[in-house]
């Protein structure tokens, strides 16, 4: 990864001075030594991290367009050779940074031409001949870009403390984003910072002097894949050993995954150790530090069936990382430092830092995740029953209830599946209400009730129903999910921490593409949810693993670690009750009655997992206080 800056001013301010502070302010994230080059009114800089080969070959900010385009790039490539042979290049491919690589795709393509690039990027270009700055990042967002337009000029970084950096840029929360992330909605274009626009995935924001304009770089084809049935498990193999091969490239140090009891980090850990052969695959696995009851359907201790994973690849080291019951209040300072916005979990988030520990202890430089899983690789086709239903198809459909009744599943599941998306919205409230779980905001959100009151406008320019009924359309469902993904900031913090690039085969543009064609049924066939899923990787899963319908039930200790730690919540309500945006946007009080109210059960009495109870401990009452850590933090307050 690389730390990047940029600044276009028209009011003729010193910008390499101001991108040198720019540029300071994040090595923490590129430690070598900052280069940048000005071309007229705008500088680019960067300081670099070297990850892969091509890095070594990295001279910083690269002119193009015959001295009329400046770029500077965070980017690792997955399909260079795809793209050297498109573009016929004859160069020493070996020795060509990526930045240089970009530089030819925008000389050949324009920005558009950065929809042919699989793999994580983000993009700095100025065009002195038009002045405009353009920014752009990868699909996924696993690179992380900001900007600030101020009077008379432009400043962009890879991370918003370099924005920071620059005096004429203001130091506060935004308080409608952090509102928005306690309701769940999806991120918008501002950033968690007031005057601070984030560069959505798989976009580009084209600035001059006239305003904004912005584009979306990649939407994939609606095709549909007709194949026979072992021919799709056949292709999800290929798609998923091609995506991860393309990312164990590094410069140095070992490699590790995630494995949990999940197919989908499962999956990925047991495709790296076959790819990796005879090099060793470092696996870690979050453990529960003190036995606690899970919900019903859920596993809290996952290290078994992982271990059973670990055994059928000689080369994987199982390396089963414990929880210790620690309270995650004393990281929330580290939390604001290395990510720059509010953590979603606090409590899961501490077997992440575990596993980072774990995972840095042995060397581990690229550690694989499988999070955007259940987009690719475990859909679970669910939404076929509403298409069979809308389309007459009854037999068809009295079939498939029938075989997920075989499986477990509630008449009254399958019926919210087939019947919720053609119900009203107001419908399907009243029915969950009724009849299931509660997604009203006041049940899981510290928000104060004015700060709900926009929520619902905000919520439909951005495609959310705040119904949330089910979904006819499985594609859809998936796209909407995989626009709300923004790993950008937490893979960036991450390295910085520990000196680990997080990377996610799951999140491969290519193996989207592909699971997006297969038609939905295929997921759900014999009424086996996330059935392709379990025929591909029958090859390299145990049958115990294959055939588990229970999900894993992260840091399922969590009330043991918060009910030693309520003085710490106690004390940061404190802070936060004296910080005014986190007043205008949390109900303190609310906050500080369930700690007075908090349970007296004991450590393993399963009504830890009364819904009731983890909406408004686990959700509310922790959720509510890292976002106002966080807003604390960024106002500078006490």
Not at 429 to 442: E, N, P, Q, Y
């Amino acid at each position: 990864m690389t730390a990047l800056a940029g600044l276009w001013s028209r009011r003729g301010e010193a910008t390499e001075t101001a991108i040198g502070r720019m540029l300071d302010a994040q090595a923490a994230f590129g430690p070598d030594p900052a280069i940048r080059r000005t071309l007229d009114a705008a500088t680019l800089g960067r300081r670099l991290y070297t990850l892969v080969p091509e890095d070594d070959f990295d001279r910083g900010p690269v002119l193009g367009g015959d001295g009329t385009l400046l770029l500077v790039a965070d980017a690792r490539i997955d399909n260079r050779d795809e793209i050297a042979s498109a573009l016929g290049l004859s160069v020493n491919l070996a020795r060509t940074a990526e930045p240089q690589l970009l530089m030819a795709v925008i000389e050949q393509w324009g920005i558009a031409g950065l929809a042919r690039v699989v793999g994580a990027f983000a993009v700095m270009l100025w065009d002195a001949r038009r002045s405009v700055l353009t920014l752009a990042r990868d699909p996924m967002g696993e690179r992380p870009l900001f900007y600030h337009r101020g009077d008379g000029f432009v400043a962009a970084s890879s991370m918003p403390r370099g924005l920071h950096a620059h005096p004429d840029i203001p130091y506060a929360p935004s308080e409608t984003a952090t509102a928005d992330f306690l309701a769940i909605l999806p991120e918008g274009e501002e950033s968690f910072f007031a005057g601070i626009a984030r560069v959505r995935p798989g976009h580009a924001v084209a600035i001059d002097a006239d305003g904004i304009a912005e584009t979306r770089l990649w939407t994939p084809a609606r095709t549909t894949l007709r194949l026979k049935p072992d021919d799709y498990a056949e292709g999800l193999r290929a798609e998923l050993d091609r995506a991860v091969a393309v990312r164990l490239r590094r410069i140095q140090g070992a490699v590790g995954s995630h494995l949990s009891a999940g197919l989908d980090s499962a999956s990925v850990a047991a495709t790296a150790a076959r790819l990796l052969t005879p090099e060793p695959l470092h696996a870690f696995t979050a453990v529960p530090g003190t036995s606690a009851p899970v919900p019903g359907g859920t596993i809290g201790d996952e290290g078994p069936v992982a271990a059973r994973v670990a055994a059928l690849h000689a080369n994987i080291v199982h390396v089963p990382v414990q929880g210790d019951g620690r309270s995650p209040l004393r990281l929330l300072d580290r939390h604001f430092d290395l990510y720059q916005r509010p953590v979603m979990n606090p409590w899961n988030a501490m077997w992440g830092e575990a596993i980072n520990d774990s995972a840095r202890a042995r060397g581990v430089s690229v550690l694989l995740t499988g999070q955007l899983g259940n987009f690719t690789l475990s859909h679970d086709g669910v939404p076929h029953l509403a298409q069979l239903f809308g389309t007459g198809r009854f037999g068809a459909l009295a079939t498939l209830a029938r075989q997920l009744r075989a499986q477990g599943w509630t008449r009254r599941r399958i019926g919210a599946a087939t019947l919720g998306p053609f119900l009203p919205p107001a419908v399907w409230t009243w029915l969950v209400d009724r009849f299931g779980h509660s997604l009203a905001l006041d049940g899981y959100s510290a928000l104060r009730p004015g700060a709900i009151a926009d929520l619902d406008r905000r919520a439909a320019a951005r495609g959310t129903d705040l119904s949330y009924r089910p979904w006819r359309d499985g594609r859809a469902m998936r796209l909407w999910g995989l626009d709300r993904v923004d790993m950008g900031s937490y893979n960036k913090g991450t390295l910085a921490g520990w000196g680990i690039d997080l990377r996610d085969p799951t999140a491969d543009r290519r193996l989207i593409e592909w699971a997006l064609s297969v038609p939905d049924e295929q997921y759900i066939l014999e009424g086996k949810p996330r059935s392709l899923a379990r025929r591909a990787f029958a090859d390299r899963l145990p049958p115990e693993l294959i055939g588990e319908q229970r999900r894993g039930y992260q840091a399922a200790d969590w009330h043991i670690g918060a009910t030693a730690a309520l003085g710490e919540l106690a004390a940061e309500l404190d802070g936060i009750e004296r910080c005014r945006p986190a007043g205008a946007v949390l109900d303190v009080e609310r906050l500080r009655t369930l700690i007075r109210n908090w349970p007296d059960f004991p450590a393993d009495d399963p009504r830890w997992n009364q819904l009731a109870i983890t909406d408004r401990y686990r959700s509310m009452l922790l959720r509510g206080t890292a976002a106002g850590h966080f807003l604390r933090r960024a106002a500078r307050s006490n």
